[in-house]
């Protein structure tokens, strides 16, 4: 059983009732569990039925890893839910891939597509009127995928981003004559180029097979990205590895750059927008940038490493590993959230940082309140259940299988729910043991169905089972854990 | 390089003689203790210098003939923070308005610097000893010129345009931009590293103001196609017609004046030239 990556709250009301739906996301598996009691594991078990209906879609070598021994189910990285709440869309981390799920009234998921990209998505998000996912990757790029994939797609050809390929598998043509003047290394690929299309073997990556519009750019691994209308105006705001927030117009016009959001110093990985329209972000730095981002201006900065410095320095179990200096103490912020109501009309947002079992409730007032809140575990991810008009919810998805504030080292007292739960009132968060209590079969004992692969011990298992566990677990913890990894380490390459 | 501590020592000894020797501050550096391979990698992390911001780019030290001195001076005391930010952006009596992307050892640059005596040139390269080399080079130049004070409008700077163009130039402060003889990357796994890609012609379309143009050259038919096919693509811009470009008065010296271009020159290769203007920006698809 491992930690719940990501999760999300589905809230809906049907036939006048109004009812939410939480969907986790635990390794390779997905869980759900329904205002009304309801249960449900999607373990990719109607993956094989999907393939068998679509087999002309799917590329020879797909087929041949699923029906392998071996087989490994990808991770889940990412989790979105439509504006009607009709579907689930994930992404899974290992084979870069994009599935769309439709919730069933059972309460079933049943996949409905799944598009594996060229580049691992790093971020998801849905445009208002669900039409289209925007698809942020590991290159850089924001593709435009529709949510539901059209009939048509099968033969779909022209690439609106490779629109030379065809061409290029036609017929070689080298670049370059013997005239062209450049370095030698050129020269040799030229060269070799030359060489093997005269074999005949002149390699062409095969194009993605489904519909998918390339919108936008940065030269930079992409972290997140927001879709948000503002008076009857699209944007669509990007942000990446390298500092940059960057604010784009939403499609058909994704091409043009409104502006960017400059102060951050280190990585951004997260964006957030208040209920009243403020984007606060954050990564790497010890703060959060709060911006007026139409106009990108900077309006504030507020400090978070400080809280989380502060409440370390209280764990008597936690306050030795920090450093006497702590000037140089660095955070990773890994998510924000907006809470779903502004209470007294203060904006106000959830924040989480990478490996720290807390999460800290900064209210935007001036000056900006910063308060944290401990949990039992490092915190993963936060939804919301707005229960009433005045109490707003909040699932905590807490790391039960590594340490306190560490993200390698396993903890003995593994136990422990999966998930916290936590209500506001008069702006104060405590803990909400009924939720928890209603919560019980999703914390500590969903998925039912399980091959405990990742949990069986490696004497148990052949070796292969044993290497492709450990990648498993690593692609897992690269999941929980990604963030810090965004910052760029001094010194790698200067003169090459 | 490992292997030619020679080398090295010679350089470093010819590039401190520079800064020490006073007689040598007119005469121009010497390509040969600045060449450095031809590639670099636009994706990984060097050790880049640059301003979080256009407002916090310091170009005084670039432009010193165009700093407003006393300005500076009255300010120093009792100023706050705040203030001293908006004192470096305006702290010049102009702005860049023509960039030389990846401007090797600046032959366009010193081409372009008298043409345009008003406007600041500032060429940007992304090898360190080449980037030295061009920044000796004005250095040197400023100093033969002292009389004319020709070259105080062209520098040079160490950046990675591909990544970092927001971080030195406002929105739409540019007239000129010229993407002269890029590395080609023929691999096409590599494609995404080329100056011009669809997405990146976006940020270009950002720094440059309506009107303003993008000027490529290359000797490389598929990376020149490539560059049309890029840019005619990308809604923000529209290529000029053949005889347009003829009569702009920059083509001639981009096609004379870069070292690339006298290397074709000297192996009768062929340069393939072409201009694309930024087109203003259309209203919002819902406010036709």
Redesign the interface.
Known sequence: MVPYQCIQVCERSTNGSHEWILVGASGSKLVIQSSNGATRTWAGEDKYMNLKENETEEPPEKKVKLSSPNEYSPTFSCLAISNDKQYVVAVTAEDKCVRVFQINSDYHLHEISQRCMARRPCAIALTSDDSTILCADK???VYALPLISPAEDVHHESLA?E??EAA?QKQF?????L?????G??RK??EE?IKLASKGRMK??EPLQFKHE?L?????MLTDVVYTTVS???YILTSDR???IRV??GP??A???E??C????EFVSKLCLTTSGFLISGGGDPYLCVWDWLKGRLLEKICIRTAVITFLGEQPELASTLPHNTEGFKIAISGIWSTPRNYNEVNEVLVVCEGVPAFFYVRLESPAVVETVPLNGNALDIAFISASESICTAVVAVDHMHKPWFTTERRADEGRGRLQCFECRDGRWGQDRKLESELEWFSRRAPDTDGERRDAGPALLADDSVRARQKDEKAFRDVLYGVEKLR????????? | ?PGEPAKRQKREQYKKSLTTDESKHASLPQKKFYR????????????LTYP??PEQMDWSTHYPAYTIRNDKEENVTGDSHDQVETRSANGMKKKVEIADIGCGFGGLLFALAPMFPETLILGIEIR?SVTEYVQEKVRALRTQNKDTGGFQNASCIRA?S???L??FFF?AQLGKIFLCFP??H???RKH?ARIV???????Y??VLRPGGIVYTIT?????H??MV?HFE????FERLGEEEQENEECVAVMRSETE?GK??ER????KFVALFRRLD??P????H
Not at chain 1, 216 to 220: E, P
Not at chain 1, 488 to 496: L, N, T, V
Request: with cysteine; net charge negative.
């Open positions: 290159f850089g790029d981003d629109p030379n290029t043509v080298p670049a370059a004559s005239l062209t003047v450049h370095s290394r050129n690929v030229l180029q062409t990556k390339l936008l750019g940065h030269v930079s009857g105006r699209n390298d500092e940059h784009s117009r058909p016009q091409h043009i750059i502006c960017f400059q102060g951050h110093e760029k380490r001094s010194g790698a390459d200067e003169q090459d | 390089m450095q391979r031809a590639h670099a990698n636009p994706f990984s992390d060097h050790l979080i911001s360190t990675n591909m990544k970092f927001p971080n929105k590395d080609p023929f691999k096409q995404k890609s669809y997405t990146l012609n976006s940020e379309a950002y000797d490389v038919e598929d990376l196609n490539w096919e693509r990308h809604p923000s690339e290397k074709v192996n009768k290769g062929q920006d259309p919002w698809p819902s406010e």
